[in-house]
């Protein structure tokens, strides 16, 4: 699957990081980067200008990189800051602005929490209902059989069929410890399966409560396109090379 380039713009969006209950960061004046890749999501990149004074100690400098433990209060976030590590050329807005982790600092676009990485806005998520005869197999096991799947499309991944539980096998099914969360869907939980001596870990996932944007997806099951034997409509489809993917599938 091949990844966008990486480009800055400026939101339109406030913009503020809390560290606990104290307020780190409050801008107008955000910068975008959005790039995806190993270890590279979207975020917002604040004027350091914007950041409260003393809540950046610590600062450790490589080269023009530079980054900072964070301080509120009792609260303390180790290198939690930092700065792009080369503000030059096609990312020469960002000299001068500053990063914040998103696992240890909450992040608020306007008064609304925003989790895991910063939205892309050039990104859609669009839930279609449909009538595509949708069935699931593990190896030659049919595990779920529907004619009312809800079809996911997301800007660079592939279509998600999402399945109403009563079309699901769901005495295959067994509860996963992992629960993940995506800033456009909301917080998943999900299944593994066991079909006879095949077992696949977290293989299908669903949102119980997923964020008001995304409505139509509640309590619907889907699968990894890349793990199962996806047949829409009579047609085997190819499993997607995604960063989900396996190197042996069912």
């Known amino acids: 699957m091949e990844l966008p380039a990486p480009f800055v713009e400026p939101t339109q969006r406030r913009i503020r990081v809390r560290l606990g209950d104290e307020l780190i960061a409050d801008s107008l004046r955000a910068q975008l980067l ?33 980054s900072w433990t964070v301080v509120a ?8 800051a930092w700065t ?12 001068d602005h500053v990063t914040f982790s998103w696992r240890q600092l909450a992040w608020y676009e306007e008064d609304e929490r925003v989790l ?7 990104k859609r998520v669009d839930t279609l209902r449909s009538s595509r005869h949708v069935q699931v197999y593990v190896g030659d096991e049919l595990v779920a059989d529907s004619i009312r799947p809800l079809l996911l499309f997301e800007t660079n991944l592939p279509t998600r069929y999402y399945l109403p539980f009563a079309d699901v096998r769901t005495s295959l099914l067994e509860a996963s410890d992992l629960v993940t969360s995506c800033p456009y869907k909301g917080q998943a939980r999900y299944w593994s399966l066991r079909v ?11 949102y119980p409560d997923p964020i008001t944007e995304c409505p139509k997806i509640r309590d619907l099951l889907c699968f990894f396109n890349e793990r199962v034997r996806l047949v829409v409509d009579g047609v085997t489809l190819e499993p997607p090379d995604t960063p989900w993917s396996v190197a042996s599938r069912a």
Do not use: C, N
């Open 116 to 122: 895991v990485h910063a939205r892309d806005p050039h």
């Open 84 to 95: 792009h590590e080369d503000p030059t050329g096609d990312m020469a807005t960002l000299a």
């Open 34 to 66: 959005v790039r995806f890749g190993p270890g590279q999501l979207p975020t917002y990149f604040i004027p350091l200008d914007d950041v409260r004074p003393g809540a950046l100690l610590d600062e450790k400098s490589t080269g023009g990189h530079r």
């Open 73 to 80: 209060g009792r609260s303390r976030a180790e290198r939690a």
């Open 196 to 206: 006879g001596d095949s077992f696949l870990p977290a293989v299908a996932w669903s």
